[in-house]
């Protein structure tokens, strides 16, 4: 057989990259594919990548034939850390096996020698720095490149906090004080130096294996000397800037590291950034001039010191932030060994695997060979015992599994309803604790693979995320005291029943903030003492006017005050086939005016036992118009009831709206008018109604329904209808739809 070509082979191994010893393991595979084919280098570098001693993008480098771009002066390039295009940021290896992190910079106007110097300053001041624990990293090395030159930084072994709030959602108060008092020790520690950092954020704090915080890229900008262009920064680098560096290009100082890390720890405590994300420019914008909404808004178990430092930390104005980072380290004290097994214990109960994990390499060849021995011995041991077992003279009225009905249909298999998993008594997952939400994978999908239950979570993504129960059950997420909130960009929540305890008080089920909402095969309990909305929906960014698109499937309301409640203006709103029964209204809308009306669709919907279908808010000066078409869909109100509700949250008059409602085979039952007589919220005066509302197309009659309202799901299939229609009545939820819902 053909050996690699002697080019390839002095390559690889003039990079280090590759030993006698791996050549000799790799030509295994390549005997084993090629057989008596020729064989080529890509079987070569494809056995190499296989038994791990390449990564996939040293293969893809090699296979192209840019080798050279391997290696970095002494280090070699394993693979790319980050996808920003600048800097462009590796983990590297030296030919010991010591692992570091790169970032490549374009040419800079200081010379090379310029570059060493500032970072061997660097060292020496680090060296000389007293304290049992350092809690920053900084550049250790500087290689020179064409047009470009590298830093080289200490490798941390652990998670960075954007992974941490991705996979755990907002930290715990106790875990937040503790990252908080490293997090100051560490600007402490720089500044004593003389140095600064301009670039504090979730991404650049990591917490290594022993529960020490890492601030890494420290001085960075210092040594590098590039300019600060705004309309090139990543979102990251934007949310801890300073307002009075924004459009000034002001330096670094103590008190704008104060802001940085205020911001870093207002994010981590919330479980979500303090400003929406949207473009850099446009929240520079923002950040400049508005102040930043306060803390104990969204989370209220915070310590109040650590909550009032955080909130003073963001001021607007410099004046209003603690006048040094001793002052605000007295405020909560200095980091301790506590606080390191506070941050250890947190990582092991943390499921999210570490992002910078090395490439597995292949087991030497004698272990390998040890546990293929012992795999054999097991597996012949269990098969000696399994043929004994079956073998043994026992009688067949004593083997249990010679025990089979006479008929499959002796024993019926036991059916749950999905009252008796809503139930607060009769479901048996009352029984159990409620177990913390799975941590999504790598593609942001959360599966839960029991019925549960499953306690509440926030949950806040940079990607897409998906909540999925898996098929053939229905995972129950049970509230008591904190809703489920979600934040992502586009959610998804597939086959979940959320339901609230007895004794909650909770206003909403679902807290979501995205741009584009799923719902399909869900279920959605409310407490019937204490009515909550089921699903309160805001735009991730309300500056993205193509954002707001929500679409809702083969789900299911009860008890509920609103299905949907919406902060913003939606583009669309689509249901198919999902019945609300025994609440206030399908949808409220808080929203002002948008640029188009509000399409909401109805296909296949059963609403029964409402007040009304919407419910318009009026908070500002315009209210939102709305076009509705209804297809076979069924409006079974309660008395007395309407199609729309308006309410003035306001003393100021509101501009007038329309809303339209168009109706195709849809019923609606006697007695409901379109509007509902307009309420002042503050006063409970009546007002004009600035509403001009049109239903055409709709058959007005008397509804019957197969059972109670309180009944089964099935007992809201359509049975008969008095009053004038078009054709066969296939209006509402499909009967097959509403019997699988209850079988789950």
């Known amino acids: 057989m053909d ?25 295994v595979s390549v005997q084993r594919f090629s057989r008596d084919l020729p064989v080529f280098d890509s079987m070569w570098i494809d056995a190499l990548l296989t038994q791990g001693t390449l990564t996939s993008y040293q293969a893809e480098l090699v296979a192209s034939g840019k080798c050279e771009q391997l290696r970095l002066g ?8 980050a996808k920003r295009e600048s800097p462009k940021t590796f983990l590297v290896r030296s030919l010991d096996n010591k692992r570091a992190v790169a970032k490549r910079f374009s040419a800079s106007t200081q010379s090379f020698e310029e570059l060493q110097d500032k970072i061997r300053h660097l060292r020496i001041a680090r060296d000389r720095s007293t304290g049992s624990e350092q809690y920053w990293v900084g550049p250790d090395d500087v290689v020179s490149g064409e047009n470009e030159f590298t830093l080289i930084s200490e490798f941390v072994d652990g998670p960075s906090c954007a992974e941490l709030l991705t996979r755990h959602g907002r930290v715990p108060a106790y875990v937040l004080t503790a990252i908080a008092r490293q997090l100051f ?39 590098v000397q590039q300019r600060l262009h705004e309309h090139r920064l990543a979102l990251k680098d934007c949310e801890g800037l300073a307002p009075e560096r924004i459009g000034s290009h002001a330096p670094v100082t103590e008190s704008s590291q104060l802001y940085a890390a205020g911001m870093t720890l207002w994010h981590l405590a919330a479980g979500r950034p303090p400003f929406p994300h949207g473009d850099p420019v446009e929240l520079l914008a923002v950040q400049s001039r508005q ?23 963001v001021a607007l104005e410099p004046i209003n932030r603690p006048a040094s980072i001793e002052d605000a380290t007295a405020v909560i004290g200095h980091p301790n060994r506590k606080d390191e097994r506070v941050l250890k214990q947190f990582l092991n109960q943390t499921t999210a695997p570490t992002i910078f994990a090395a490439p597995p ?23 000696l015992v399994g043929t004994l077992y079956l073998l043994a003279d026992r009688g067949p009225g004593a083997e249990p599994l010679l025990n089979v009905p006479s008929s499959p249909l002796a024993v019926a298999p036991e059916v749950k309803t999905v009252e008796a998993i809503l139930s607060n008594t009769s479901s048996p997952t009352n029984s159990r604790e409620p177990r913390p939400l799975p941590a999504p994978d790598e593609k942001g999908v959360i599966l839960l693979e029991t019925e549960g239950p499953y306690q509440a979570a926030t949950i806040d993504t940079a990607g897409e995320l998906t909540v999925r129960g898996t098929d053939g059950i229905s995972p129950v997420i049970a509230l008591t005291k904190a809703s489920l909130r979600l934040r992502a960009p586009a959610v998804r929540l597939e086959n979940v029943t959320i339901r609230t305890t007895g004794q909650t ?31 309160a929906w805001k735009k991730l960014n309300p500056l993205d006017r193509s954002g707001g698109r929500l679409e809702i499937s083969r789900s299911f309301w009860n008890h509920c005050r609103a299905a949907l409640s919406l902060s913003d203006a ?25 640029a188009t009306p509000i399409q909401i669709g109805f296909q296949q919907v059963a609403c029964r036992d409402l007040s009304r279908v919407l419910d318009i808010v009026g908070r500002k000066t315009s209210i939102p118009n709305i076009q509705c078409s209804a297809d076979r869909s069924v409006f079974a109100m309660r008395s007395p009831s309407s199609l729309v509700g308006f309410y003035n949250a306001t003393n100021s008059p509101i501009e007038t709206a329309s809303c339209l409602f168009t109706g195709k085979q849809a019923l609606l039952s006697v007695g409901t008018r379109e509007l509902m007589g307009l309420k002042n919220l503050s006063d409970g005066s009546t007002q004009a109604v600035p509403l001009q509302t049109s239903v055409r197309g709709f058959s007005i009659g008397e509804i019957e329904f197969a059972g109670e309202v309180e009944g089964s799901l099935a007992d809201s299939q359509l049975t008969r209808f008095h009053g004038p229609h078009r054709g066969e009545l296939r209006a509402g939820v499909p009967e097959l739809l509403l019997r699988e819902a209850d079988g789950k």
């Open 505 to 535: 008080t909770l206003s909403t089920l679902l807290l979501v903030e995205c741009q584009q909402l799923t719902v399909d095969r869900c279920h959605f309990d409310g407490n019937i003492s204490r009515r909550q909305n089921a699903i």
């Open 74 to 81: 002494e280090w070699i390039v394993m693979e790319p850390l």
């Open 291 to 313: 102040a930043v909404p306060q803390l104990s808004d969204y989370v209220s178990e915070l310590p109040e010191n650590l909550s009032t430092l955080i909130q003073s930390c």
């Open 185 to 223: 020790c560490a600007i402490r520690q720089i500044n004593e130096l003389g140095l600064h950092h301009a670039q504090i954020h979730l991404d650049n704090l990591r917490l290594n294996t022993n529960g020490q915080l890492r601030l890494v890229d420290t001085s960075v900008e210092e040594i």
């Open 570 to 594: 939606p583009r669309s709103i689509v249901w198919s086939q999902s019945l609300i029964r025994s609440g206030d209204a399908a949808m409220v809308f808080h929203s002002s005016a948008s």
């Open 361 to 383: 390499r292949e087991t030497s060849g004698k272990n390998r060979q040890r546990l293929i021995n012992a795999s054999v011995a097991c597996t012949t041991i269990l098969f």
């Open 3 to 27: 050996g690699p070509s002697l080019e390839l082979k002095h390559r690889l191994e003039e990079l280090g990259l590759v030993t006698s010893r791996d050549w000799q393991r790799a030509r």
